[in-house]
């Protein structure tokens, strides 16, 4: 063996490394290659789709597509373009002037303003504007782009134009018919207002109006000012108008003016101010008593049968008196007004009596009529929303529903509860509206539940005695969206129970058939039957909050509560508590079969978003 064994091996060791090493290196280039070109085919097979997809789009929406590059001043068109504008085949479209020479004179300046305007300033581009056709006819197209500059740094403006004719006729005409009807109206307005102008007496009664009462007696410059006043109101006169008809209703209203003026002191002025609404100003010194003892002999005379055809129709007074404040420079409006508020407080309390105004009935109905028109404007600003409650099942402590409950989002006083606003809204007929608005909005966060992950299985929306009654119900449902079981109406024990109501049993028997679940709320606190159980077949039963607060230390109440769990048992209906204040309310329902539970125990109502939160987190558990 030589003496450089080592060297010669190392040697050819080195050179094997030397030819197999580019070898290697040249197949793992040959790899990436193949791998490059895998990716870029699939690409631009993407990119081919795209490109397919987006000429279709184009295509079907009839969208002309446009480039003008600002530093060549070259312009860009595609065919749509050209047929849009009906450029004729062949004339060049790669400058400006193409452009400027299709428009309307009459939009030219104002269409090319808006178009440097957003070149110079580098922004947006919008515009409509007429462009006239071959044929000499104009058409309306719209056009919108932006200023961009590409990778090598030129500025381009890009964008799209398409027709807007129907648009613009439509508008058009839409404008004229508003500005026609704004006409008329003013030529109505003022054919009414110079008909009352000339108009100061009542027709049917011969008494004085409205007008004339204000001038002869309660403007600050009026020749006579009156000492009381006294705001009289029929009662029950509606009813008799709409049964017998509307001769009725005028004898009723003839015989009012007389009673009114046979019992009205010899300079007292009688006058007849609304449908079935009078006023006697008293103008000689007065007192309380002497003012008592009219407003009583009108009501016992207004109360005596009046006879009309074959009826014989009564009617009663409401009657609210208000004495001058002579230390007011303009004390004859404000004698309307209180005697307006005193009258309401009398309507209020049962009708057929008199109420005299005082400075605590003032404040107190102003404060209501505060409420009554933040209710309205509530309304319009949509200031009502939803709550939700949870509700668990008894064994499993498991969410089996939310009740949604109606809040108003006040925007001085806050969050307000039903409590606060639901009477003066019962008042102003808008009850029916407001649930219609707490349904769709609970509707719609019901969809975002489920959209977020949330499992809520069923929401319970309060209905009122008004929506029960409106033929129409099932109507404004139309358009809902809502999956059958999902959804449960609740009503309270004392708005369902007539069984003479036609339209009541129809609206029930509908929801049913929509998949709408009728569920009975406040129950124990109203006087429902085995009987009135059955024919309605409800759902669920909610046990008012009032009886199952008591079973922790009263076992009357335990066994009364026990009762109504066995009833619905019984009925195959089942049994929700409310007003579950502690985990020991919790257990004792348990125990006693009750199926599920709602109180602040487990949560108190709150919104949607703090909803989602609880229930990802299961936060009734860590109170339970």
């Given at each position: 063996m030589p003496g450089n064994t080592w060297q010669v091996r190392l040697l050819f060791l080195a050179g094997g490394l030397l030819v197999l090493l580019p070898i290697f290196i040249a197949g793992q280039l040959y790899d990436q290659r193949r791998e490059h070109i895998r990716e870029l085919k699939r690409r631009q097979l993407q990119m081919e789709s795209l490109s397919q997809r987006l000429k279709l789009a184009l295509d079907t929406s009839k969208i002309g597509i446009w480039e003008l590059n600002l530093g060549t001043g070259e312009l860009t068109w595609d065919e749509r373009m050209c047929e849009l504008y009906d450029i004729p085949a062949g004339r060049?479209?790669?400058?400006?002037?193409?452009?400027?020479?299709?428009?309307?004179?009459?939009?030219?300046?104002?269409?090319?303003?808006?178009?440097?305007?957003?070149?110079?300033?580098?922004?947006?581009?919008?515009?409509?504007?007429?462009?006239?056709?071959?044929?000499?006819?104009?058409?309306?197209?719209?056009?919108?782009?932006?200023?961009?500059?590409?990778?090598?740094?030129?500025?381009?403006?890009?964008?799209?134009?398409?027709?807007?004719?129907?648009?613009?006729?439509?508008?058009?005409?839409?404008?004229?018919?508003?500005?026609?009807?704004?006409?008329?109206?003013?030529?109505?307005?003022?054919?009414?207002?110079?008909?009352?102008?000339?108009?100061?007496?009542?027709?049917?009664?011969?008494?004085?109006?409205?007008?004339?009462?204000?001038?002869?007696?309660?403007?600050?410059?009026?020749?006579q000012k009156p000492t009381a006043l006294l705001h009289i109101d029929l009662d029950r006169f509606k009813h008799i108008n709409d049964t017998l008809g509307h001769a009725a209703g005028d004898s009723m209203l003839t015989h009012a003016a007389s009673v009114l003026q046979e019992n009205a002191g010899p300079d007292d002025f009688v006058a007849r101010i609304g449908g079935d609404e009078f006023v006697i100003a008293v103008t000689e010194p007065t007192d309380e008593t002497k003012l008592a003892g009219l407003a009583g002999r009108i009501i016992e005379q207004m109360r005596q049968p009046v006879p009309f055809e074959s009826h014989q129709c009564r009617i009663g007074v409401s009657i609210g008196i208000a004495m001058a404040d002579t230390t007011l420079s303009d004390y004859g409006r404000h004698l309307l007004v209180d005697a307006d508020i005193a009258l309401y407080r009398a309507k209020s309390n049962g009708r057929n009596r008199f109420e005299f105004f005082s400075d605590t009935l003032k404040s107190e109905i102003i404060r209501n009529k505060r409420v009554a028109d933040d209710i309205l404007s509530g309304l319009e600003r949509q200031e009502f929303l939803p709550f939700f409650q949870p509700q668990f099942d008894a064994r499993t402590l498991e969410i089996t529903g939310v009740e949604a409950l109606a809040r108003w989002n006040h925007p001085d006083e806050g969050i307000l509860t039903p409590d606060i606003f639901l009477r003066t809204a019962d008042e102003?007929?808008?009850?029916?509206?407001?649930?219609?608005?707490?349904?769709?909005?609970?509707?719609?966060?019901?969809?975002?539940?489920?959209?977020?992950?949330?499992?809520?299985?069923?929401?319970?929306?309060?209905?009122?005695?008004?929506?029960?009654?409106?033929?129409?119900?099932?109507?404004?449902?139309?358009?809902?969206?809502?999956?059958?079981?999902?959804?449960?109406?609740?009503?309270?024990?004392?708005?369902?129970?007539?069984?003479?109501?036609?339209?009541?049993?129809?609206?029930?028997?509908?929801?049913?058939?929509?998949?709408?679940?009728?569920?009975?709320?406040?129950?124990?606190?109203?006087?429902?039957?085995?009987v009135s159980l059955i024919h309605l077949r409800p759902a669920r039963l909610k046990i008012d909050r009032q009886l199952v607060i008591p079973i922790t230390h009263s076992e009357s109440q335990r066994r009364l509560v026990a009762s109504i769990i066995e009833i619905g048992q019984s009925l195959?209906?089942?049994?929700?508590?409310?007003?579950?204040?502690?985990?020991?309310?919790?257990?004792?329902?348990?125990?006693?079969?009750?199926?599920?539970?709602?109180?602040?125990?487990?949560?108190?109502?709150?919104?949607?978003?703090?909803?989602?939160?609880?229930?990802?987190?299961?936060?009734?558990?860590?109170?339970?």
């Open positions: 060049d479209t790669s400058q400006y002037d193409v452009w400027a020479e299709s428009l309307h004179p009459e939009d030219l300046k104002r269409a090319e303003k808006e178009y440097w305007d957003a070149i110079n300033t580098g922004g947006t581009y919008h515009s409509d504007f007429r462009v006239i056709l071959q044929d000499g006819t104009t058409r309306w197209i719209r056009a919108i782009g932006a200023v961009h500059t590409n990778l090598r740094g030129q500025r381009y403006i890009l964008g799209v134009n398409w027709d807007v004719s129907t648009d613009i006729r439509l508008k058009t005409r839409l404008l004229n018919a508003k500005q026609n009807a704004e006409e008329r109206n003013r030529e109505l307005e003022d054919a009414r207002a110079l008909m009352e102008h000339h108009s100061l007496h009542d027709s049917l009664t011969g008494l004085p109006n409205r007008r004339f009462l204000d001038r002869q007696l309660l403007e600050e410059q009026s020749p102003l007929n808008v009850v029916p509206l407001i649930d219609r608005i707490i349904l769709e909005q609970t509707l719609w966060q019901f969809t975002r539940w489920k959209a977020a992950g949330i499992a809520i299985p069923k929401v319970s929306v309060n209905v009122s005695a008004g929506r029960l009654n409106d033929a129409d119900l099932i109507q404004s449902l139309d358009g809902l969206s809502f999956e059958p079981g999902s959804l449960s109406f609740e009503l309270l024990e004392s708005i369902f129970l007539d069984d003479q109501n036609q339209v009541i049993a129809a609206n029930f028997e509908r929801l049913r058939e929509l998949g709408i679940d009728i569920e009975i709320d406040d129950f124990g606190t109203g006087y429902a039957s085995i195959g209906i089942k049994v929700l508590a409310e007003g579950v204040e502690t985990m020991e309310h919790a257990a004792i329902l348990r125990d006693l079969g009750c199926d599920a539970l709602q109180g602040y125990a487990f949560a108190a109502p709150m919104p949607s978003a703090k909803l989602i939160e609880f229930v990802r987190g299961e936060l009734w558990r860590k109170a339970s």
